[in-house]
T-cell receptor
Framework: GQNIDQPTEMTATEGAIVQINCTYQ??????LFWYQQHAGEAPTFLSY????GLEEKGRFSSFLSRSKGYSYLLLKELQMKDSASYLC??????????FGSGTRLQVQP | DVKVTQSSRYLVKRTGEKVFLECVQD?????MFWYRQDPGLGLRLIYF???????EKGDIPEGYSVSREKKERFSLILESASTNQTSMYLC??????????????FGPGTRLLVL
């Protein structure tokens, strides 16, 4: 079976750094995606990791450890507009992504 | 710019009605998907299609069917809507091949309420 775990909710302060963790146990692994989803909107692509290590893209970074079945999304210099849900998804090679239930991040002033 | 559109943003139907949700993508993608999204459960795959007239069941296909007569269009059908199908429905598309690096592009979603 497929199991992807993320914290349900997190709160952080504007200007701070927050790390959102994702652990996965899947039958097959061909990459891990992070998406951002604002309330009432479609998910939008943030990052993709297939090899171990850190991928940096502006204020957002994503890390992967395949041996530990673990990833995190790091958001720096938090802004109010970063308040959203963050979805972790694994591509198992079955053509579709398998998603975690998402982490709702609330950024406070 | 990839565009995935869905026929309705909001839909209200009655129990037992037949419901059609339409999705169109303009990037010539081979793969198309239907998910439903519920609080605490995340996105769950209902059906996907990797080519015209081809379809595969996802994790929760019961009560749904799909149609892909043209490459750009993927329809989700609720044969007899029930209240437990009240949800947000998201369509997505993705280029062909099984390589993992291509992301899925999502439509804006259809929020369906079944009374």
């Amino acid at each position: 079976g497929q199991n992807i775990d993320q914290p349900t909710e997190m709160t952080a302060t504007e200007g701070a750094i927050v790390q959102i963790n994702c652990t996965y146990q899947t039958s097959g692994f061909n990459g891990l995606f992070w998406y951002q989803q604002h309330a009432g909107e479609a998910p939008t692509f943030l990052s993709y990791n297939v090899l171990d290590g850190l991928e940096e893209k502006g204020r957002f970074s994503s890390f992967l450890s395949r041996s530990k079945g673990y990833s995190y999304l790091l958001l720096k210099e938090l802004q109010m507009k970063d308040s959203a849900s963050y979805l972790c998804a694994v591509y198992t090679g079955r053509r579709a992504l398998t998603f975690g239930s998402g982490t709702r991040l609330q950024v406070q002033p | 710019d990839v565009k995935v559109t869905q026929s309705s943003r909001y839909l209200v139907k009655r129990t037992g009605e037949k419901v059609f949700l339409e999705c169109v993508q303009d990037m010539d993608h081979e793969n198309m998907f239907w998910y439903r999204q519920d609080p605490g459960l995340g996105l769950r795959l209902i059906y996907f299609s990797y080519d015209v007239k081809m379809k595969e069941k996802g994790d929760i296909p019961e009560g749904y069917s799909v149609s892909r007569e043209k490459k750009e269009r993927f329809s989700l059908i609720l044969e007899s809507a029930s209240t437990n199908q009240t949800s947000m429905y998201l369509c997505a598309s993705r280029p062909g091949g099984t390589g993992g690096q291509e992301t899925q592009y999502f439509g804006p979603g259809t929020r369906l309420l079944v009374l």
